[in-house]
């Protein structure tokens, strides 16, 4: 099985492979290369496993687990984490368990498409833990993450005409931006009336974006 471990553990970010559209591989591979532990939610380990990935952890409640792509050297080597509780899911036990083991900050694949109600709670869940974990969700179409309020200021610089979308998950107060063809001044993102979808990004400097309060999400979308 393919091997990983190109970093030292914890500095670089963890990976977890969740149970929903697979990403290309051009993609996982990027990850993979650079992430020193993979925690794997049970109900993908089949399709991970095909895949020839070195797997470090799986977690979940194992009802329909199979290892037919494992030897007992592998088997052996992996971390099974059984994990019961029904009143979280699957990425929020995977993510408590990353803290817990000392980690600060991971990436998701897997974890969107497929099922709306999945794809729609996992957001929420990455924006539950965004205060212990440093937390990337990705999929071949777009990379997720949570913006820290002031006093904190996200500053990128990004090429020419990228689209970017600030998504509130609760109404968000005093945004500002620099930098975007429809830049805002100290103006509120407000559920359901409002958001910021696929902006576009008309500067060679630095995209700059803060606000005041709430829960916001940057999305780098791609086409």
């Known amino acids: 099985m393919s091997s990983h471990h190109f970093v030292k553990e914890k500095q670089e970010p ?19 290369e650079w992430s020193p532990y993979i925690l794997v939610l049970d109900g993908a380990l089949d399709r991970v496993l095909s895949r020839g990935i070195k797997v470090d952890a799986v977690l979940g409640d194992f009802d329909s687990i199979t290892t037919r792509e494992l030897n007992v050297q592998d088997e052996q080597e992996i971390r099974w984490i059984h994990a ?17 083991e000392g980690h600060e900050a991971v990436n998701i694949v897997w974890a969107t498409g497929r099922r709306l109600d999945h794809a729609h709670n ?27 309020p002031s006093p904190s ?10 689209i970017l979308s600030l998504i509130p998950l609760t109404d968000v107060k005093g945004v500002s931006t620099k930098g975007l063809l429809y830049n805002l001044n100290d103006e509120n993102l407000e559920i359901p009336q409002r958001t910021g979808s696929s902006n576009e990004v008309v500067t060679p400097e630095n995209v700059t ?10 999305m780098e979308c791609f086409d």
């Open 122 to 148: 996992n957001l929420i869940t990455m924006a539950k833990f965004r205060n212990e974990l440093t937390i990337c969700m990705l999929d071949d179409y777009s990379k997720a993450f949570c913006l820290k």
């Open 153 to 162: 200021e996200f500053v990128k610089r990004y090429p020419l005409h990228s």
């Open 209 to 218: 974006i803060t606000f005041q309060s709430g829960i916001l999400i940057l």
């Open 14 to 32: 963890a990976l977890i492979i969740a149970n929903g559209e697979s990403c290309s591989n051009e993609l996982l591979n990027q990850l993979l």
């Open 84 to 100: 019961e509780d029904q009143t979280k899911t699957d990425l929020e036990k995977g993510l408590v368990f990353l803290i817990q």
